[in-house]
């Protein structure tokens, strides 16, 4: 039995791959849906076509189908299908450009057509035998002009399929030979005839009778559109293709004391390599010398450069602003982060939201219920009034009005211009059903260290036995933590070894040094000399860490974080958009409280104390009370929660971890973010719904307009092909979206 896409992969335990395939062929939706099933009907496949990209995403098994068979396929089908072809260097050959050949077709039709149409339509013009140069004119636009439309449609009826070409080449042929009929076997060859533009088709015309205008208006008016459609593509995907040719083509390695230029797609991990002022940082490392502020904005959208020192992360393809640097190289190829992100943008742009689906499912079957509707029409006229001009009018406007073009570019078009913007603000959407859930949420979750706070800890007070600072930073040197960091940055100078390091999320880490079994961050009991630090230190916000060894704690250290600039407004923002925030944390109440009274948060809006484990409880809780709840984390400890909230927000200043169980990444690592990524999503999700309306209702208002014979093949082709380019032309306009902070 043949597997659907869904049953695929319970069929199976063997990991799925993953490919993107780059097809060529396609002239509309239908042509995506067509080669999308046929490769979902192969065993362990599941495929999403993506007419607007030109591309599919197909993930398979590759015990039982391979690249070769997904190729077959695709070609079976009628198309050609190929591999991403790997970078060419710069001065190899360009491909031809094949929306120069689109508008090379147009402006030649567009020449011929003019005088066709002027003809057609204006009575003075109309020289004796002027019919005979408006075939000679017309001849070339229906035939070569409209060739594209021909060779698909003749193509498609090869496998049994028809498509949006179909319609069209039908209705430009129809009305290309009928003139031929009426010129060459009826009355309209002959000398003296006249023509007028009719609205509405005329009763009791026929041989005499041509629609050479509309034979070549029609085609010029859909190359037309397709040359906006390809334009707008092309202009839609251009924050990706800006973002991916943002990387530096070479770096100044560090070899033997001197510096080599290489290509970037030499480099390897552990090279070190020199950043002049002005340069772009080659890839992601770490600085070893040298001191500089780094422009992040292609990452981040921020235009203040960072600062940037020794064992700071730099990422590859910002700009160094200062002074020099030497970066050691951490990540390389697609492992970097500007690789990461275009992975991301990528995918997203590539799937489908789920309100695309109904679209799909209608143009799958779109086409031949027009054909039909298409021979209704003409036959109902013939048997009604027995006018065989306006039973073919009628029949051909409804063949060139119904094409369902903006039904297919509704919503891929509006999610290449909104992930495309996200990736230039720094929000990072996964998947376009991530859209879907933003409109739903209710209640934002919101992590204190590092998202709320600037997660930066410094220590303040360290109180008990002379020794706790230093044993504590010894064993703290293991783990990662910004409270971690903050010790063994007080500490200073070398610190004796630790063994049998344990880190327990969530109740601290232990280990022994010089032969003594140390925990910090526990939950001993205190004595009472150290009991009132710690009720101070939690009476002011501040965290309050113990330090025991030998089975008691011995000292406590006192450590504050401080609240980020932007969280307090942001959160106002967050509110402002329907969403309620719940700061959750698991700092004591005291530490969790000062954070909630400085960002505007209520008492009953903090949850403190909460184990990671915890966390997931709390979104838990808040779903079973019928909350539909984003979860905004940066760390380890979040990631479990990310992935249990309806939508997820990682800051792309925390772990890869917390990053991977999200829905959205934030690169800016500001609550800002977060609110343009609500905002952002909503309203990419609102251009689509709006595209989608109208794409139906233009469909559903015109189609009857024409089969009752009030609509000219004309006027038809002109509004089949503005629809498409007003669809279009709605999801730019997400270009302009900004965020929330340049809007106020």
């Known amino acids: 039995m043949t597997a659907g896409p869904e049953a695929a992969p319970s069929e199976s335990s063997t990991p799925l791959d993953e490919v993107r395939l780059d097809i060529t062929g396609m002239t509309c939706a239908s042509c995506a849906n ?7 009907k192969l065993d362990g496949v599941q495929a999403s076509v993506n007419y607007a990209t030109e591309a599919a995403t ?56 003019l005088p066709v149409l002027l003809l057609s339509m204006v009575p003075a013009l109309q020289f004796d035998d002027w019919q005979w140069l408006a075939l000679t004119l017309a001849s070339p636009v229906a035939v070569w002009g409209a060739w594209p439309f021909h060779r698909a449609a003749v193509l498609n009826a090869r496998h049994g399929a028809s498509t949006m070409d179909t319609l069209v080449s039908i209705g430009i042929t129809a009305a290309y030979l009928w003139s031929l009929w009426a010129l060459f076997l009826g009355d309209a060859g002959m000398t003296g005839m006249t023509m007028t533009f009719q609205l509405l088709p005329e009763r009791g015309t026929g041989s005499d009778e041509l629609y050479l205008e509309v034979a ?27 973002l991916l040719e943002l990387g530096a083509r070479d770096a100044a390695v560090l070899r033997d004391g001197t510096e080599h230029r290489v290509p970037i797609g030499q480099l390897v991990v552990g090279d070190r390599f020199v950043v002049r002022p002005g340069e772009k940082v080659a890839t992601d490392g770490v600085v070893v010398t040298g001191t500089s502020a780094v422009d992040l904005s292609m990452l981040t959208g921020e235009s203040v450069p960072v600062e940037v020192s020794v064992g700071d992360r730099v990422t590859g393809a910002t700009v160094n602003v200062g002074g020099r640097l030497v970066v050691e190289a951490t990540r390389v190829g697609d492992a970097t ?4 992100l275009g992975r991301l943008v990528t995918a997203a742009q590539s799937g489908k939201a789920p309100v695309q689906r109904l679209a799909d499912r209608v143009s799958a079957v779109f086409v031949p219920v027009v054909l039909l509707v298409a021979l209704g029409t003409l036959l109902g006229w013939l048997l009604t009034t027995g006018d065989a001009t306006a039973a073919f009018t009628a029949a051909v406007a409804v063949l060139v009005i119904a094409c369902p073009c903006a039904l297919g570019l509704a919503t891929p078009t509006a999610l290449l211009v909104g992930t495309g913007r996200g990736a230039q603000l720094g929000v990072l959407i996964k998947g376009p059903e991530v859209l879907e859930s933003t409109r739903r949420v209710d209640t ?61 999320p969530g109740l601290g880490v232990s280990g022994t040094v010089e032969g003594r079994p140390v925990v910090v961050g526990g939950r001993e009991a205190l004595p009472a000399g150290l009991a009132a630090v710690v009720d ?91 909350r539909v709840v984003a979860m905004v984390g940066d760390g380890v400890n979040d990631a479990p929660a990310l992935a249990q909230a309806d939508l997820g927000l990682a800051m792309g200043s925390g772990t890869d971890v917390a990053i991977e169980a999200s829905d959205l990444t934030l690169v800016r690592s500001d609550l800002d973010a977060a609110v343009d990524a609500v905002r952002l999503s909503r309203r990419t999700l609102a251009v689509i719904r709006g595209n989608l309306f109208w794409a139906f209702a233009y469909n559903v208002a015109l189609v009857p307009l024409a089969a009752l014979g009030f609509l000219n093949p004309v006027l038809a082709g002109l509004a089949m092909a503005a629809s498409s380019v007003l669809v279009v032309a709605n999801s730019l306009r997400l270009r302009g979206f900004r965020s929330a902070v340049e809007a106020v």
């Open 34 to 40: 067509r080669i999308e099933r046929k490769l979902n």
């Open 58 to 113: 197909v993930r398979f098994d590759p015990a039982r189908v391979g690249t070769d068979r997904l190729l077959e396929t695709v070609a079976a089908a009628g198309y050609a299908a190929a591999l991403p072809a790997p970078p060419t260097v710069e001065d190899e050959p360009v491909a031809a450009d094949p929306e120069a050949a689109l508008r090379q077709r147009l402006a030649v039709s567009a020449a011929l057509a």
């Open 216 to 242: 070549s208006a029609v085609t010029v008016f859909l190359l037309a559109g397709r040359y906006a459609e390809a334009r707008a593509k092309r202009r839609s995907g251009a924050a990706l293709t800006a």
């Open 337 to 340: 982060t500007l690789a990461q």
């Open 444 to 504: 934002v979750l919101l992590d204190k260290t590092g998202t709320v706070t600037t997660g930066q800890m410094s220590l303040v007070d360290a109180a008990g036995s002379p020794d706790t600072l230093r044993l504590a930073a010894a064993v703290e040197a293991g783990s990662e933590h910004p409270i971690a960091r903050a010790i063994v940055a007080a500490a200073g100078g070398p610190l004796p070894p630790v063994e049998a390091f344990v880190s327990r």
């Open 536 to 626: 101070a230190a939690e009476a002011a916000g501040r965290t309050a860490v113990r330090v025991a060894w030998d089975g008691e704690v011995r000292g406590v250290l006192v450590v504050a974080d401080t609240v980020k600039p932007s969280s307090a407004a942001a959160i106002g923002r967050l509110r402002a958009l329907g969403l309620s925030p719940v700061l959750v944390t698991g700092d004591n109440a005291g530490a969790a409280a000062a954070v909630a009274r400085a960002v505007g948060l209520d008492a009953g809006e903090v949850v403190a104390g909460v184990l990671p484990a915890g966390k997931v409880d709390v979104v838990r809780r808040l779903q079973a009370e019928g």
